[in-house]
């Protein structure tokens, strides 16, 4: 059962913190935003090594941007950023293909606030950029930035906003230090404080801050429940999943859409019903890691087994070999050397890696915008749909971390 830990946060679960790796992206720029973080817009139909550097820790992505923290503390962010440039000057939206280090407000922090995360245990974790970031420092300090649209970031005064605007450099969220991890699931976040208690912030439209209600809008941390054994949160589309130290898996949000069939199921509850308050998934105790994304979600128990459920349109993204949609948690095959997963039904895209360094891919292997590219699950074919995984060989890394694939790129990070 991972535990809790501080970590750079952004939707749907993503990344890592072991030991220095180097980094790598795989897939297509589909929107021009520098994604890929390479010289190139080409496709990459296997992954490439962004630079030479061998001193990446994490890395996560969504909405067409993605950051990543280095072994020295710095957090870098490159593809799309909404509100500032990372220069700390305003820019309603900034495209950059090399990855540009991020300034904070203030623009120094003490040596133990630096985004190291020593704690970790090695599980994939956090969210980047695109319409918000968030990251917790090494001595619980939270921290946001970007897209403030919805007034969903708590970040001035004790703990609340009081403007919806963009921040144009990270600022601490309130004076607190006993954040551990958080999450954004639309335009909510959610966050574990060390004590184990849960809270969300943001706004909600479809209950997936779990608050009791669909429609909530709190630019202040609230509470969910009084419960204070919280291990794990992962955001998804309006969505909001969590595993207790118990190992018991929870969800709450958005579980149908009249227009958006493929989030039908993506609670795991046997049914389509929206949910408003956190309701608990079977009556396993044996849940390790989940993430969600575009309706699809995916999660691995102790034994090792990699479970999915949600959307599974013609692209198979479940990795079940069929098309069919579930609304229960399912088996992928029958192995138990899975480590962890990232998947993203709404793009149709999903990786998973395994214990022993080896790194699978399945679903939709194209994404369009206008043009279409093909290759982007990074396994050097072209073959449009795999419903079922297939491992990526080339390069031969043992790949140790990764992040979800976001608009048809992927990141990925190996052992030096």
Same mark, same amino acid.
């Given at each position: 059962?991972?535990?809790?830990?501080?970590?750079?946060?952004?939707?749907?679960?993503?990344?890592?913190?072991?030991?220095?790796?180097?980094?790598?992206?795989?897939?297509?720029?589909?929107?021009?935003?520098?994604?890929?973080?390479?010289?190139?817009?080409?496709?990459?139909?296997?992954?490439?090594?962004?630079?030479?550097?061998?001193?990446?820790?994490?890395?996560?992505?969504?909405?067409?941007?993605?950051?990543?923290?280095?072994?020295?503390?710095?957090?870098?962010?490159?593809?799309?950023?909404?509100?500032?440039d990372f220069s700390g000057n305003p820019s309603p939206n900034f495209y950059t293909s090399s990855p540009v280090q991020m300034v904070f407000n203030p623009s120094s922090l003490n040596d133990d606030d630096i985004w190291v995360n020593d704690d970790m245990d090695n599980y994939p974790t956090g969210q980047g950029?695109?319409?918000?970031?968030?990251?917790?420092?090494?001595?619980?300090?939270?921290?946001?930035?970007?897209?403030?649209?919805?007034?969903?970031?708590?970040?001035?005064?004790?703990?609340?906003?009081?403007?919806?605007?963009?921040?144009?450099?990270?600022?601490?969220?309130?004076?607190?230090?006993?954040?551990?991890?958080?999450?954004?699931?639309?335009?909510?976040?959610?966050?574990?404080?060390?004590?184990?208690?849960?809270?969300?912030?943001?706004?909600?439209?479809?209950?997936?801050?779990?608050?009791?209600?669909?429609f909530n809008t709190s630019r202040s941390t609230v509470q969910v429940g009084s419960d204070t054994d919280w291990a794990w949160i992962c955001g998804g589309s309006n969505c909001m999943f969590a595993i207790k130290t118990n190992g018991t898996l929870w969800s709450t949000g958005e579980n149908s859409h009249a227009?958006?069939?493929?989030?039908?199921?993506?609670?795991?509850?046997?049914?389509?019903?929206?949910?408003?308050?956190?309701?608990?998934?079977?009556?396993?105790?044996?849940?390790?890691?989940?993430?969600?994304?575009? %309706?699809?979600?995916?999660? #691995? @128990? /102790? +034994? *090792? $087994?990699? &479970?999915? =459920?949600?959307? !599974?349109?013609?692209?198979?993204?479940?990795?079940?070999?069929?098309?069919?949609?579930?609304?229960?948690?399912?088996?992928?095959?029958?192995?138990?050397?899975?480590?962890?997963?990232?998947?993203?039904?709404?793009? %149709?895209?999903?990786?998973? #890696? @395994? /214990? +022993? *360094? $080896?790194? &699978?891919? =399945?679903?939709? !292997?194209?994404?369009?915008?206008?043009?279409?590219?093909?290759?982007?699950?990074?396994?050097?074919?072209?073959?449009?749909?795999?419903?079922?995984?297939?491992?990526?060989?080339?390069?031969?890394?043992?790949?140790?971390?990764?992040?979800?694939?976001?608009?048809?790129? *992927?990141?990925?990070?190996?052992?030096?």
């Amino acid at each position: 059962m991972p535990s809790p830990r501080r970590a750079m946060m952004g939707a749907s679960g993503v990344s890592s913190g072991g030991p220095p790796y180097k980094f790598y992206t795989v897939g297509a720029d589909a929107d021009s935003r520098g994604t890929q973080a390479q010289s190139s817009t080409a496709v990459l139909t296997s992954p490439v090594q962004v630079g030479s550097g061998e001193d990446w820790v994490q890395a996560s992505g969504q909405n067409g941007g993605a950051m990543a923290t280095k072994s020295d503390g710095t957090l870098w962010g490159w593809g799309r950023i909404y509100g500032y440039d990372f220069s700390g000057n305003p820019s309603p939206n900034f495209y950059t293909s090399s990855p540009v280090q991020m300034v904070f407000n203030p623009s120094s922090l003490n040596d133990d606030d630096i985004w190291v995360n020593d704690d970790m245990d090695n599980y994939p974790t956090g969210q980047g950029v695109g319409d918000t970031g968030q990251a917790i420092t090494k001595t619980g300090q939270l921290w946001m930035w970007n897209r403030n649209y919805e007034g969903q970031l708590p970040s001035s005064g004790a703990s609340s906003l009081n403007a919806v605007s963009p921040l144009t450099a990270a600022s601490r969220c309130g004076d607190l230090s006993d954040w551990h991890m958080g999450v954004w699931g639309g335009y909510a976040g959610s966050a574990i404080k060390t004590d184990g208690t849960l809270w969300s912030f943001g706004n909600s439209t479809s209950g997936e801050m779990g608050l009791g209600s669909d429609f909530n809008t709190s630019r202040s941390t609230v509470q969910v429940g009084s419960d204070t054994d919280w291990a794990w949160i992962c955001g998804g589309s309006n969505c909001m999943f969590a595993i207790k130290t118990n190992g018991t898996l929870w969800s709450t949000g958005e579980n149908s859409h009249a227009s958006q069939t493929w989030k039908n199921g993506q609670l795991g509850h046997g049914d389509t019903t929206n949910r408003s308050t956190l309701a608990q998934v079977g009556a396993l105790t044996t849940w390790k890691y989940v993430t969600s994304g575009g %309706g699809c979600t995916a999660a #691995i @128990k /102790t +034994d *090792g $087994t990699l &479970w999915v =459920w949600g959307g !599974n349109t013609a692209f198979g993204q479940l990795g079940v070999g069929n098309t069919t949609q579930y609304s229960s948690p399912v088996q992928v095959g029958s192995l138990t050397d899975w480590k962890y997963a990232g998947i993203h039904g709404q793009q %149709g895209a999903s990786m998973a #890696i @395994k /214990t +022993d *360094g $080896t790194l &699978w891919v =399945w679903g939709k !292997n194209e994404c369009s915008n206008g043009t279409t590219y093909n290759g982007i699950l990074g396994n050097g074919s072209v073959t449009r749909d795999i419903s079922s995984p297939v491992q990526i060989t080339s390069p031969s890394e043992y790949w140790d971390s990764m992040g979800n694939f976001r608009f048809g790129y *992927g990141l990925l990070l190996a052992n030096p």
